[in-house]
DNA sequence: AAATATAAGTCAACATGGCTGACATAACTG
DNA sequence: CAGTTATGTCAGCCATGTTGACTTATATTT
């Protein structure tokens, strides 16, 4: 049970740094969240977040609105669909989410470091194992892809046939 | 920056089914926490628990005594030092531990499966490597102990030197 | 013995971020 | 046109974190 442990603890002290970040911002780790989705998957819809958060529309509302109030993220219409909002970030969300993920990225790149060379793949896999099967597909699509829009809704799609 | 997105799904979903079974007996995920603290390494302080939680001693107070009040857990004066509240399950707290547990046992099982036979002691040093460094040596020896009471408190002392 | 330090508990007030339920608006779809 | 979908919003509740001030019992130091 020691690895159940280990996920407490290196889970606490991976989102500690960006924390205390955030504070200084009047943002939580809420925000963060959005902001790091919306930073790596620029057009993604308001759908989208809320599956990948498993949150509810209004909880996401708080937070988003903020960000969007504050000018870290924009909202613009669906081109094909234009009831969607699509979201991306400013100059300054880019900003912010760059350096919230430094501190991240540096623990990471250094954990993967001590755990060698093959380790990191097996990392990667024991991770994604963890999640819940049904949404190891969607991970791995999600995780794969720079940019992911629309792989998303098609998805959405499929599933409903 | 896969490992981060990963690491956020492998949490949520770690903690998923817990949730749900707590919910069941009016707890939360706080409650887990100290269930499953106090499972592994009984005799644990109260001042041990704050320091693994990272929480207040107010925020820990409300749900240990919620604890002990649903006669989960049991506080008895410590054999040396008779201000110490040393915490132990009963019965009754035994069983919902180990039925918490079972989920995510499972879950880490099949992942560390899935990681291959050398990847979970990568898999290991990773999460280890995630964690504050200042924390590292303390964790090492958590989770190496089926039971710490006291070991705890030697380091403590040690520290203050 | 008196002073101080420590372990734990408590009260009150507040912030964040989840939740439910109800409802509104705009735009797409059949 | 009727129904569905994507999004937003209002209102209130709950869980769990925070700070600050204070108490009690016990241990330690002077």
Redesign the interface.
């Known amino acids: 049970?020691?690895?159940?442990?280990?996920?407490?603890?290196?889970?606490?002290?991976?989102i500690?740094e960006p924390d205390s970040v955030l504070q200084e911002y009047g943002f939580g780790r809420a925000h963060h969240?959005v902001l790091?989705?919306v930073w790596?998957h620029p057009g993604m819809r308001v759908a989208d977040l809320l599956d990948i958060l498993?949150i509810t529309k209004q909880s996401l509302a708080r937070v988003l609105k903020q960000l969007v109030d504050d000018g870290l993220v924009l909202q613009e219409e669906g081109a094909n669909d234009r009831r969607e909002r699509r979201l991306h970030l400013t100059e300054k969300g880019l900003v912010l989410a760059d350096k919230l993920?430094a501190f991240?990225?540096k623990?990471?790149s250094?954990?993967?470091a001590?755990?060698?060379p093959?380790?990191?793949s097996?990392?990667?896999?024991?991770?994604?194992?963890?999640?819940?099967e049904e949404?190891q597909p969607r991970?791995r699509e999600?995780?794969?892809a720079k940019v992911a829009p629309d792989m998303w809704r098609a998805r959405e799609v499929e599933r409903h046939d």
Chains 1, 2 share one sequence.
């Open positions: 049970m020691a690895i159940a442990e280990l996920l407490f603890f290196a889970y606490r002290d991976f500690g969240r790091h989705f790596r498993n993920s991240q990225r623990r990471i250094r954990a993967l001590e755990a060698g093959e380790g990191c097996a990392v990667r896999q024991f991770l994604l194992s963890m999640v819940a949404d991970v999600l995780i794969e």
